[in-house]
Antibody, heavy 118, light 110 residues
């Protein structure tokens, strides 16, 4: 079964750092595009970052310079390293496979909640 | 403010047809394929339509998609109460070099 499972969320102080994990099963992350999407409480979907199969990375302006996406092929896992966290980064962070403007995002993980608060 | 514009809500009666609009620009919808997602309360989004009008396996033909110029449309026929959800459009924006979503439309089946 093709599946993505996120972990690593939690409560973090403003200015702190956190690393989220997106573990894949049923497919190889290095052969696919993996994207992080977040959803603030009661709000809509926000695209965050993309790691292409070839290794190119892209970021939303709101996180550029603060977040880094990368993968560990040996663990078949994609990570989102987040630093200089702000209260408006509070959201459920989900990862998804695919290209938004081609085959679409499928599947999605269930998400992990990040709360940035003092 | 989302790059793609969707109405906040739509409503219709069971059995009826409803459409969701998604408006963008030449750097996103006008240049790229659009995908649509259904998010039921408390669950992860689910892919409904990709490449403007294609349905993944398992998605019933009650769901359809189309694109014209810088706008895209999702349609649902034979509305069911189980269709009550938030619906999002998404695509790539070549000017931003980033993915973009609409703000989402909440469907109420009266």
């Amino acid at each position: 079964e093709v599946q993505l499972v996120e972990s690593g969320g939690g409560l973090i102080l403003p200015g702190g750092s956190l690393r989220l994990s997106c573990a894949a099963s049923g497919f190889t992350v290095s052969d696919n595009y993996i994207t992080w999407v977040r959803q603030a409480p009661g709000k809509g979907l926000e695209w965050v970052s993309l790691l292409q199969s070839g290794g190119n990375t892209y970021y939303a302006d709101s996180v550029k310079g603060r977040f880094t996406i990368y993968r560990d092929n040996s663990k078949n896992t994609v990570y989102l390293q987040m630093s200089s966290l702000r209260p408006d980064d509070t959201a459920v962070y989900s990862c998804a496979r695919g290209r938004l403007s081609r085959e679409g995002f499928d599947p999605w993980g269930q998400g992990t909640l990040v709360t940035v608060s003092s | 403010q989302s790059v793609l514009t969707q109405p906040p809500s739509v409503s219709a009666a069971p059995g009826q047809k409803v459409t969701f609009s998604c408006s963008g620009s030449s750097s996103n919808i006008g240049d790229k394929y659009v995908s649509w997602y259904q998010q039921l309360p408390g669950t992860a989004p689910k892919l409904l339509i990709y490449e403007n009008d294609k349905r993944p396996s398992g998605i019933p033909d009650r769901f359809s998609g189309s694109k014209s110029g810088t706008s895209a449309t999702l349609g649902i026929t034979g509305l069911q109460t189980g269709d009550e959800a938030d619906y999002y459009c998404g695509t790539w924006d070549s000017s931003l070099s980033a993915g973009v979503f609409g703000g989402g439309t909440k469907l109420t089946v009266l």
